[in-house]
């Protein structure tokens, strides 16, 4: 009669513990699936605005290279901090039909300056253009919205720009107009 109980007690279906440890393992799928796809996102908005300095960068050396005579002149030594607002009107010309290179360098740099104020919103720039220098130093200072590891980008710790937190992300590009 033993031999027959035994074999009653065979299992014949799934039970309680199997489900509890099946939908245990699922969860934890499903959680590193949510975390890898917030950690892909951060990845995804860094891109795009280290995309956004270089074109804004760009775009400066354009216009710098269009004005060749306000860049040696040194019109284009500005700073741009993170706080700063930007300017409300861009500047006009005495004379709409004949600007001189310095208005000219005016308007540039109020139009850079909202351009890349509506690109990276929590952002600074240097430029570095001395009279009679041959080129053009810029520096961009962005917020990416998180530290990566706690410490400063050495980029925005150096001088000028001397950005200690490390929230931001810096990038210097040295051009010869």
Request: aromatic share 6%.
């Amino acid at each position: 009669m033993s031999a027959v109980n035994n074999m009653k007690r065979t299992q014949r279906g799934i039970s309680m513990v199997e489900v509890l440890v099946s939908l245990i393992v699922v969860a934890f799928g499903l959680l590193g699936l949510a975390g890898l796809q917030a950690r892909s996102m951060s990845f995804q908005k860094d891109s795009f605005d280290r995309k956004a300095a270089t074109e804004v960068a760009a775009q400066l050396t354009e216009r710098v290279i269009a004005n060749y005579d306000g860049f040696r002149t040194g019109r284009y030594d500005r700073t741009m901090l993170p706080a700063a607002a930007t300017p409300v009107a861009i500047p006009a010309c005495a004379d709409p039909m004949n600007c001189s290179a310095s208005e000219i360098a005016d308007r540039d740099w109020a139009m850079w300056q909202i351009d890349v104020r509506r690109r990276l919103p929590v952002s600074g720039a240097y430029l570095a253009a001395p009279a009679n220098s041959v080129e053009l130093t810029l520096t961009l200072a962005w917020q990416e919205g998180q530290a990566t590891d706690g410490n400063a980008d050495p980029i925005c710790s150096a001088a000028p720009v001397n950005i200690q937190d490390p929230t931001f992300r810096c990038a210097t590009w040295v051009v010869h107009p």
